[in-house]
């Protein structure tokens, strides 16, 4: 169990997802394969019904996506109730915030979270944490097993491994559960065009733009591209777009942006509006 997150037998593990994400499956596969629990939980995260339901559960690995921690700290839902029970959480699927998950850890004795990042489409993680390794609040102590991971310059070539940067992260192409075709899509030009070469291999595309630390760390600084993460489910720019540009006929244009908070977390969403006539007020 130490590579699904430190998953044990007699465990009782909770990730709010569907099946539909990459952490549906592997919540499937994580907990059975090391003959752990799954707690299924229908309802909303937001409110005090899912504490209670983590409470009663008796819950010993809890994981989520970064804005639901947000949520709980600033609705204090989760107040109250009994968590004693979590050995660990894992969090997933947007940046995370320091000051967010050290409120989180606080609700069980400063429990760890372990960070996790991958993808639907390359089915699994690239790079984690471990508890087999010193730990930092939102941040990844290893590229995942059999996964090399690159940080790109300026010029979009690759920075020394192991050398401290930001930039958009690549992957080495050879590595367990990479997408070979797209249903609706060019592979090739969604992850390689354009891509540079590393020992005589095409670096494949992710998007994320990422940080190495000085202290050998990674941390996420969300999207290089006109994708972003919301709630853990990555949109394009493009079809909030549509759909804001046809909800007044006095809206000339929009634009969606992902703007990620001071001090890091989960992107916020910011829709920049043109009206047709600009000396005029639309409300």
Known sequence: GWCHMDIRRGDVVAWPTNLGWMMGPWLVYASLLNGASMALYNGSLNSSGFA???QDAKVTMLGLVPSIARSWKSTDCTAGFDWSTIRCFSSSGEAS?????LWLMGRVCYKPVIEYCGGTEIGGGFVAGS???PQALSAFSTPAMGCNLF???????????DSV????????PTFLGASTTLLNADHH???????????????RRHGDEFERTPDGYYRAHGRADDTMNLGGIKVSSIEIERICNRVNDAILETAAIGVPPLGGGPEQLTIAVVFKDQSSQTE
Do not use: C
């Open 97 to 101: 915030s320091v000051d967010d998950y």
């Open 151 to 161: 940080i790109l310059d300026n010029n979009g070539n690759p920075l020394p491994q």
């Open 131 to 133: 508890l087999l390794q």
């Open 189 to 203: 030009e969604v992850y390689f065009s354009g891509m540079p070469e590393w020992n005589g291999k095409v670096l």
């Open 52 to 54: 209670k339901f983590v």
């Open 165 to 172: 940067g930001t930039g958009e992260l690549a992957l080495d």
